[in-house]
């Protein structure tokens, strides 16, 4: 498995690496529970030709990039007051830079830029350095309108971490949730960072667990709307919902396959809650497990060969795997008496899921070969419905804390909590986008 | 001809229902007494003899119309008495409560379910929904399952008491309607129900 992981590493870094010789080397191992955050600096960029009226873009420019490269959790941005060197008035390219005045605050990767404004035109550069080497790793150059520089610094970010983790960054992804306010939910997405929420469903109804599919195109959620407890399907470009399962009972939507054309669910239309595969061409439901007690909240594992789910078959919710057509059934948690969610990491046997811990609900996590499970979310109030963002590094989830509820996101160890949304009155089942190629 | 004289005729006779059935008696006595000073006036009883008669058979109306506005009252508050003891009684028949995590039916809840089901069986024409509710501990997606059993178990027990199952719809609604708002062990007992809605005579 971790072999597999390697190759795709290179490949992925070969294609998309402005730098492949970049790729070669990983500067931030971002799967080491015991990483340190990178002190990487930047400095102001140079206004090159002059334009009046546009000082205020060369903080601007420093000021985003280091922003958009602090929310990954993965940088120390160094404070501008400590630079030695004002490096966009001596020149950003290689021959220009200072390096012994860049390594003697502690600097272990520089970025420089500069932007050319002409009329509503504008052409920014902008360099990754590697401090330590004393060498250029990525540059960049971006023309457009001067409206799309925030864009355009997002995409250099991803060229850094690119650059520095040897993967795209999850700039191109968002997070949906499910939002209530005076007693009606409906289903929101935000972009990772916690800017542009946007309120996807106004049924004034009950609407819950929202799940992305693998395209991007897609997302199918629980609701109320017409009645009953049934699973839509909405199209993301066009805003459209379509009811794919009724059956006057309780239906919930669960994983997406691979190809966005089957679905995990379940549904209590044979009497018990029940685990199904349902195929959205055609409506044929494949039932895949029979038992009295509740079934629940299936997750397919990344290859497709496993489900995860949660029963209380045993007396009290637990976590199971099973084989992907039903058989083998084992149960994988035992260590307290209410485990629920599951969330499978998009890339080894790890299992993410919510449970009872000490009198309150924390996530928690458990190799999928069985042994203890670690707490990851730090004790205070309830941390709740992780979800794994697409390169699993990052986990979202819920924190009620004090009568207040809030969706939030944290690196996969436990650290970096940050708030993404808050204001509702509770938030329920974040789910994580895939790359959605904005960038 | 005839046809605008009966069309004149059904005119007048809804003009007249019209006024009778506002309230208002000041036309219908001015048409009287027109009748009356014009028919009869030159050799009929004296002014003073017709307007004690006029008065006599408005006090007679008077008290018609208050005996049956009060016989109309009666009736209403009797509904009404009718309709509070029902209201009560199925506010009795309206809830019934679990433990944490569990689905199983307590005595306390076969005790109502055994009146849900005679109060079933003596209204044949009621229907029933039976909504399953959680207390917001644990998962939306496990208490959206949890709230299902219990409205089934509920379902399943009136079933064996002889309701019939196509009178009885079940829905669960999770966690996500709870009628306690804070987070205390009395609200969360209140939110773990079985709520019984009521349809039908």
Known sequence: ?439 | MKRYGTLLAVTMAFVLALSLTSGCSAPKKATKEDVTMAGTKPAGPSEEELARQKADQEARDRALREQAIRDQEARERAERDRAAAEAARLGELSRIYFDFDRAELSTEAREILGKVAQLMKASPGKNLTIEGNCDDRGTNEYNLALGQQRADAAARYLQTLGVERKRIKTISYGEERPICPEATEACWRKNRNATFVYSGK
């Open chain 1, 1 to 439: 498995m971790r072999k597999n992981r390697i190759v795709l590493f290179f490949v992925s870094a070969l294609l998309l690496a402005a730098a492949p010789a970049a790729g070669a080397k990983v500067y931030i191992n971002i799967d080491s529970p015991s990483a340190q955050k990178f002190p990487i600096a930047v400095t102001t960029f140079r206004n090159m030709n002059d334009a009046a009226g546009q000082e205020s873009l060369s903080p601007w420019f420093a000021d985003t990039l280091g922003k958009t490269l602090e929310i990954t959790g993965f940088f120390n941005i160094l404070d501008r007051k400590a630079f030695l060197v004002d490096q966009a008035r001596l020149g950003i390219a290689t021959e220009h830079i200072q390096f012994p005045a860049w390594a003697g605050i502690g600097a272990e990767s520089l970025v420089t830029g500069g932007f050319a404004v002409s009329g509503r035109d504008l052409t920014l550069e902008c360099r990754l350095f590697d401090v330590v080497q004393g060498k250029l790793l990525v540059g960049k150059r971006y023309t457009g309108r001067i409206e799309e520089r925030k864009e355009m610094v997002v995409r250099f970010a991803q060229e850094i971490l690119i650059a520095l983790t040897g993967e795209k960054g999850l700039f191109d992804t968002k997070i949906a949730f499910s939002g209530k306010r005076g007693g009606s939910s409906e289903i929101y997405t935000v972009n990772y960072d916690g800017t542009e929420p946007v309120k996807l469903t106004n049924y004034n109804s009950i609407t819950l667990s929202p799940k992305w599919s693998p395209d991007g195109r897609q997302m199918s959620f629980l609701s109320y709307k017409d009645g009953s407890p049934d699973i839509h399907v909405m199209d993301l470009n066009r805003k459209t919902a379509r009811r794919v399962l009724s059956t006057g009972r309780l239906n919930l939507p669960a994983s997406w396959s691979a190809d966005s054309k089957r679905m995990l669910v379940t549904s209590s239309k044979d009497g018990s809650e029940d685990i199904y595969i349902l195929s959205l061409a055609d409506g044929r439901m494949t039932r895949l497990t029979n038992d009295p007690a509740i079934d629940v909240s299936p997750t397919w594992s990344p290859d497709g060969r496993q489900i995860a789910f949660v029963s209380d078959r045993g007396g009290t919710p637990q976590i199971y795997l099973m084989d992907a057509g039903g058989g083998n059934v084992r149960r994988l948690t035992f260590e307290g008496g209410y485990n629920t969610t599951p969330a499978w990491h998009p890339r080894s046997n790890r299992i993410a899921y919510e449970g009872r811990a000490g009198g309150t609900f924390q996530v928690m996590v458990i190799e999928t070969e069985g042994g203890m499970p670690v707490q990851v979310s730090a004790n205070g109030g309830r941390n709740e419905n992780p979800a794994w963002s697409p390169d699993g590094r990052y986990i979202a989830f819920v924190s009620r804390l004090g009568g207040k509820s809030r969706l939030c996101v944290m690196n996969s160890n436990g650290t970096n909590v940050r708030v993404i949304h808050e204001g509702l009155d509770a938030y329920v089942s974040p789910t994580w986008s895939p790359h959605l190629n904005l960038y």
